[in-house]
Nanobody, 125 residues
Framework: QVQLVESGGGLVQAGGSLRLSCANS????????TGWFRQAPGKEREFVAA????????DYADSVKGRFAISRDNAKNTVSLQMNSLKPEDTAVYFC??????????????????WGQGTQVTVSS
């Protein structure tokens, strides 16, 4: 079984930084895209960033472009999300998900895809 585990969340003041990690501790996989999504209370899950298996392509939501950076280290089975210049509106539970790259970078993962348990990010004003 593929098992994704997020870490790195916490409480930070506006303007601060956090680095989230998504590690696959289960069955090794390849040719998967990985994305970060977030969900704030009372709101729907929204796309944050995604990266191809090779790391050669990265996509970002307009709301985080220029502030967040996604990266991949396949040797360590890890995808990271560096979050800078954090704003209170970034407060949410952040999830990582993985899906076969052949589905495309614009694919919206479903509950049938691989998801982590989420990590809380809270940005105070």
């Amino acid at each position: 079984q593929v098992q994704l585990v997020e870490s790195g969340g916490g409480l930070v003041q506006a303007g601060g930084s956090l680095r989230l990690s998504c590690a696959n501790s289960g069955r090794p996989i390849s040719n998967y895209a990985t994305g970060w999504f977030r969900q704030a209370p009372g709101k729907e899950r929204e796309f944050v960033a995604a990266i191809s298996w090779s790391g050669g392509r990265a996509d970002y939501a307009d709301s985080v472009k220029g502030r967040f950076a996604i990266s991949r280290d396949n040797a360590k089975n890890t995808v990271s999300l560096q979050m800078n210049s954090l704003k209170p509106e970034d407060t949410a539970v952040y999830f990582c998900a993985a899906w076969p790259l052949r589905y495309g970078m614009g694919y919206k993962p479903t509950p049938n895809d691989y998801w982590g348990q989420g990590t809380q990010v809270t940005v105070s004003s």
